[in-house]
């Protein structure tokens, strides 16, 4: 169980991941597509290595980033964040639809 007197879960990000060549179009799509809807993606748990203060520090993020192909491809093409946190029924049945319904457009082309 998840919730339990002794465990309580944060109920703060529900990650999404998608297929690109299943949709038609990468995350980036996708992600306009839901801010259109009104659904909030929160760009959140990036790679390391593209923190600010990585750079700061003296990393060369162009030359980690195309060490780490895989994580450049899962964050930029097929992953988001959609907010967890308590919300309502008619709130989660929404965002629950919008995601179909972006993913059923990004299919059709549109």
């Known amino acids: ?3 339990t007197d002794e465990i309580k879960p944060t109920w703060h990000l529900y990650l999404l991941e998608i ?3 299943v949709v ?12 259109e809807k009104g659904v909030t993606n929160i ?3 990036a790679p390391l290595y593209k923190f600010q203060l990585l750079h700061q520090l003296g990393y060369d993020h ?3 980033a195309a060490s780490c192909p895989n994580t450049e491809e899962v964050f930029n093409h097929r992953f988001t964040h959609l ?3 308590p919300l309502t029924f008619e709130q989660v ?5 919008a995601v ?3 993913v059923e457009e990004l299919k059709a082309g549109k």
């Open 62 to 64: 162009n030359a980690i």
């Open 1 to 3: 169980p998840s919730d």
């Open 100 to 102: 179909i319904e972006a």
């Open 83 to 85: 907010p967890l946190y």
């Open 19 to 21: 297929d690109p060549g």
């Open 43 to 45: 760009p959140h748990f």
């Open 93 to 97: 049945e929404y965002m629950a639809d």
């Open 24 to 35: 038609g179009a990468d995350v980036q799509a996708l992600k306009a597509k839901l801010t």
